[in-house]
């Protein structure tokens, strides 16, 4: 489908306004240099290899696909299957270099291209093709980025192969798989690797993945019949999850598993070295309520338990956390007793400020914590030091925006994303440098109308059509998500830009964040707990009729929702059980039926089916069907492999034995993600329905 329309064709052309913005940057441990991704320019897909030397300011290209590779295409379809399966649960489409491990001093970088494995010394720029036994993906350097971990075919292998395993894998051939993150790790938990080398290098400490007991997920093409179907396991919720070990695997031959309570702890949600001596791992019940960490002695693979944070409802994931300082004190999530702010414990005794709530502890700096968190404006995250002995606060960002950080030595990189545009700067030795960004300048200066309404405190945004004429009523768009986990109502500029141009298309773009979404309170998160559609729907109702009174152009006898996801979820629900407030839906990729969907994400909110028939039973659309009375869109990708397109299918076809009128695209070949080009041909799609459906 060609592009006419000019915001669309460019957003197409230049990735969203991300083509030649620096991507993935990784700071040297002594904090004197910074390596990262970036293409050539706004219209460039192809990500290359960068190093910028802070003492210098020198920059320079030190890996270049274009002609490392000179033949390839950047095609998913060359992709060794297990990569293109994590690149989805990482939500990155990258026709250059995807991402990259180096070395702790950024000597040495190392990454795969089409199952190529390439070796870099950034300080020369020279790129030598190592030697592997297959299609490589997710290699990683030693510390001395001589030797290569890397996976090929469900196995972990070296280059330089030790003399006691010349050509064959470090992993045992026992039909599992290892060195990977399974699909719950990587989709839902927060830990996409799989394999961790020792500090000196003589053993790697690998997962052991077996699928063996999980149901078979099928994906054909029916846009090419000739092709056989692809089929992967799926942890559906209630059934079986992998089976999940962790193993030291030394060069030597010899094998120590981790041992720890399994059963009651099946989920690895992160692992590391804390020395040669030391492996760190936090474990998590089936439910998520309970969380440890673990220390574990890699010569017996014997743990014991340093922290345990438990949650009634859910812990709730706050990256950082937990973890033990380098003076051997634990820092732990710590709720408020009322629910009214995420903070930080410190052996127990609560550190944080109770005015805000914290996203994330980024490491430390100066002596005290570096912390990402938000204060009584949801929309906005700022960046904190936090002295970890007296709890004193220090902001370190100003500003409408979402700013985010890292650092290493003494230098501190920031990442603000403000109204007026994205800047990544690098304080170090007392200067500001700018990390240089050739992406398309953002069309348009959004600054959506934001408020706190009825008494929930929902965070909402208005944007109306540039040059919008007070006294003109428009049709209203709520474009929307809701679910828990992400946010839609903040203040980075790039999702606002296509909000900006559906406003221009003569909507009032309504989005507003219903309880159950994060970053309000943990009591307004854990308000979806055990039933998710009631309390969403009923907050996006409250919030527009909050609004009215303040926004009178909006024509609530005209309301249109939009969604992808659990937005498209979202959307569908709203048709079909409020169709007194909303009048057309586009519901793209909606969970229909979450006993379809996977164990660790469904089962963290609403728990087991078999313990809450009547929640999942509630929260499923196929049963509504029958009631259908509005204009439905619904829109899904054939090769989704996150929300498999039956999702839809099963309540087209309840609809159709209805009787009851609807809309579908299936798209072959569309992923979850819909990049390349796709969401801006579905936007276009999805804007002749609305119009033509709210007149």
Do not use: K
């Amino acid at each position: 489908m060609t592009q006419t329309d000019p915001f669309l064709s460019l957003s197409a052309r230049t990735g969203r306004f991300g083509f030649g913005s620096p991507r993935a940057a990784t700071l040297s441990a002594d904090g004197t240099r910074v390596l990262f991704l970036r293409s050539t320019g706004p219209l460039d897909p192809v990500e290359r290899l960068w190093l910028l030397d802070l003492a210098t300011r020198e920059e320079r290209l030190v890996a270049d696909p274009v002609t490392l590779a000179p033949q390839r295409t950047g095609d998913l379809a060359d992709l060794p299957v297990l990569e293109r399966r994590l690149r989805e649960r990482v939500r990155l489409w990258a026709p250059g270099i995807g991402s990259f491990a180096a070395t702790a001093d950024l000597s040495v970088a190392v990454f795969a291209l089409d199952g190529r494995l390439l070796r870099t010394v950034t300080a020369t720029g020279e790129t030598t093709e190592l030697p592997t036994e297959g299609p490589a993906f997710d290699p990683r350097p030693d510390t001395t980025g001589q030797r290569v971990a890397y996976l090929t075919g469900g196995a972990l292998h070296l280059t330089p192969a030790p003399a006691l395993h010349p050509g064959g894998p470090l992993s045992p051939a026992d039909g599992a798989l290892w060195g990977v993150a399974e699909f719950a790790a990587a989709e839902e938990l927060g830990r996409h690797r799989g394999h961790w080398w020792s500090p000196d290098g003589s053993a790697v400490l690998a997962t052991r993945v077996d699928e063996s007991a999980l149901p078979l997920r099928h994906f054909a093409d029916p846009a090419h019949p000739e092709q056989a179907p692809e089929s992967f396991a799926y942890p559906q919720a209630g059934g079986p999850n992998a089976d999940v070990q962790l193993w030291v695997l030394a060069l030597d031959g010899h094998r120590v598993r981790l041992r720890w309570d399994a059963e009651a702890h099946p989920y690895l949600t992160a692992a590391g070295w804390e020395g040669n001596g030391e492996i760190l791992l936090t474990v998590a019940d089936r439910l998520q309520q309970c969380v440890l960490l673990l220390s574990a002695d890699p010569a017996t693979g014997e743990t014991r338990e340093l922290s345990r944070t438990t949650d009634a409802f859910w812990v709730d994931d706050l990256p950082g956390t937990p973890a033990r300082l380098a003076d051997g004190r634990l820092l732990t999530a710590a709720d408020t007793p009322d629910g009214a702010a995420r903070g930080l414990a410190l052996d127990g005794r609560i550190l944080s400020d109770e005015r805000i709530q914290v996203r994330r502890v980024v490491g430390r700096l100066d002596g005290r914590l570096l912390i990402e968190a938000n204060e009584d404006q949801p929309a906005d995250q700022h960046v904190y030091l936090l002295d970890p002995d007296g709890g004193a606060l220090e902001r370190l960002t100003e500003g409408a925006g979402v700013h985010s950080a890292t650092a290493a030595g003494e230098t501190l990189l920031l990442t603000s994303a403000t109204p007026d545009g994205i800047r990544r700067t690098a304080h170090f030795r007392g200067e500001w440098i700018p990390l240089t960004d050739h992406a398309e300048p953002l069309p348009y200066v959004v600054r959506p109308q934001l408020a706190r309404v009825t008494e929930l405190g929902l965070p909402t945004a208005v944007v109306y059509p540039r040059g919008h004429v007070a006294g003109q009523r428009l049709p209203v768009l709520l474009d929307v998500y809701g679910g828990p986990g992400a946010q839609a109502v903040a203040s980075e500029p790039r999702r606002w830009q296509v909000r900006q141009w559906w406003a221009d298309q003569g909507f009032a773009v309504v989005t507003t964040d219903n309880r159950g979404t994060p970053f309000v309170s943990p009591a307004f998160a854990r308000a979806i707990f055990r039933r998710f559609s009631q309390v969403a729907l009923d907050d996006q109702v409250a919030a527009l009729r909050a609004l009215a009174p303040h926004h009178p152009d909006l024509d609530l006898d005209r309301v249109g929702v939009r969604g992808w996801s659990y937005g498209g979820y979202l959307a569908a629900l709203a048709v079909l059980r409020r169709p007194d407030v909303f009048h057309a839906a586009s519901a793209g990729a909606p969970p229909t039926d979450f006993r379809l969907y996977d164990t660790a994400y469904t089962e963290r909110y609403l728990g087991l089916p078999q313990d809450n028939p009547e929640g999942y039973r509630a929260d499923c659309l196929i049963e509504d069907a029958a009631g259908l009375t509005r204009p439905l869109l619904l829109i899904h990708g054939l090769a989704d492999d996150n929300v498999h397109p039956a999702h839809t299918l099963l309540l087209s076809e309840a609809l159709t034995r209805a009787g009851r009128p609807h809309s579908m695209l299936a798209l072959p070949g569309v992923s979850h993600l819909t990049a390349g080009g796709v969401m801006e041909q579905l936007a276009a799609l999805e804007l002749d329905f609305l119009r033509r459906a709210l007149g």
